[in-house]
């Protein structure tokens, strides 16, 4: 059984960080590509950050490049966000996600077979 485990979401004011993990069991963690996503009240689940199998290819959605940094543990079958300058706009629940498929387009959601149970991040100012 696949499982996903985040944990590390808190509040924090803004300007603050926030670091960000998620344990993967129940398969060969490098063997697969790995993303968060969030979704904030009334808003549509969102593509954050992902990461390739290797850890060497990282993409990030425009708003938070330079602020956020996405890592992988293949060791550990863990994956970090670490969250910085955070902003109001980032409140959301974040989610890991994690692709056995092959794929496209690593920003859409239905690329994702297995999901965390998410970890909320809230940003006050």
């Known amino acids: 059984q696949v499982q996903l485990a985040e944990s590390g979401g808190g509040s924090v004011q803004a300007g603050g960080s926030l670091g960000l993990s998620c344990v993967v069991s129940?398969?060969?963690?490098?063997?697969?590509?790995i993303a968060w996503f969030r979704q904030a009240p009334g808003k549509e689940r969102e593509f954050v950050s992902y990461v390739n199998m290797d850890g060497n290819r990282k993409f990030y959605t425009d708003s938070v490049k330079g602020r956020f940094t996405i890592s992988r543990d293949n060791d550990k079958s863990s994956v970090y966000l670490q969250m910085s300058s955070l902003k109001p706009e980032d409140t959301a629940v974040y989610y890991c996600a994690l692709a056995v498929d092959s794929f496209t387009d690593h920003t859409r959601r239905n690329v994702y077979s297995y999901w965390g149970q998410g970890t909320q991040v809230t940003v006050f100012s």
């Open positions: 129940g398969l060969t963690f490098k063997r697969y590509p």
